[in-house]
């Protein structure tokens, strides 16, 4: 299995940007699509991006594609999500996930493993 460790939240003011990042340890982890989702009170969690194992194919959600960009450093065993533009909608826990999955997914249930979540405000 593989542990996920998120850091990199906190707050930011409208228009701003915040770049995001979860380390990974365990099992090797090119073996694992990398998701982010993110949770705002009394909503569910959503998708937001995932990035493939080898990092050529992403997905976005349309509330941040244009915005949000996903990418990891295998050698590093990181992955990290660059957002801008922020909007206070954007204010939420911010979790990362790993899936042995093959292809790139927005599928919540295809992520077995999570972070604990790191905390992200937008606000002036």
């Known amino acids: 299995q593989v542990q996920l460790v998120e850091s990199g939240g906190g707050l930011v003011q409208p228009g701003g940007s915040l770049t995001l990042s979860c380390a990974a340890s365990g099992r090797t982890f090119s073996l694992y699509v990398m998701g982010w989702f993110r949770q705002a009170p009394g909503k569910e969690r959503e998708f937001v991006g995932a990035i493939s194992r080898i990092g050529r194919s992403t997905d976005y959600s349309d509330s941040v594609k244009g915005r949000f960009t996903i990418s990891r450093d295998n050698a590093k065993n990181t992955v990290y999500l660059q957002m801008s533009s922020m909007q206070p909608e954007d204010t939420a826990v911010y979790y990362c996930?790993?899936?042995?999955?093959?292809?790139?997914?927005?599928?919540?249930?295809?992520?077995?493993?999570w972070g604990q979540g790191t905390q992200v405000t937008v606000s002036s």
């Open positions: 996930a790993a899936s042995l999955g093959v292809v790139v997914t927005s599928n919540r249930g295809s992520y077995a493993y």
